[in-house]
């Protein structure tokens, strides 16, 4: 059945073929047909500046059983609030690995808008250079 499917298509299109050919073989005057063209101006691509980061100073202490006491009496002497933010080893280690990763995704981020950059500026460079100017 399906192979009764395709020969009936064939058919068809050979058919239409056959026609179409026919039709501009019969006709008598040939029709022109007009082709233009101009240059299109494709857009600028228009970055806005990248803002630069300025990191506050973050200052570390490592607190232990042993200095514990001794820290939270400073901080309340100089009127600090005191709160602890706590990170075992493996939730400090794997604090650093996430800012790792978050640098490597920025510098790719980079490299990537820096490709698209040099892209436009290439394709302007060559729709220019194949711009032929009007007579």
């Not at 990763?101 to 790719?108: E, H, M, P, W, Y």
Request: proline content about 5%; aromatic content about 8%; charged content about 25%.
């Amino acid at each position: 059945m399906q192979k009764m499917v395709k020969l009936s298509t064939k058919s068809v299109l050979g058919f239409g073929l056959v026609l179409l050919l026919a039709g501009c073989l019969g006709s008598q005057q040939p029709q022109k047909i007009e082709v233009s063209s101009k240059p299109l101006d494709k857009p600028k691509l228009e970055l806005p500046p990248v803002d630069e980061v300025y990191l506050r100073k973050v200052e570390w202490v490592v607190i232990t059983e042993e200095n514990m006491d001794q820290k939270i009496a400073e901080w309340k002497k100089l009127g600090k609030p005191v709160a602890l933010f706590v990170l075992d080893g493996e939730g400090y280690e794997n604090l650093g690995l996430n800012f790792s990763d978050i640098r490597a995704l920025v510098q790719q981020q980079k490299q990537i808008i820096i490709a698209y950059e040099n892209y436009y500026k290439q394709a302007e460079k060559a729709m220019e250079k194949a711009a032929v100017p009007s007579e």
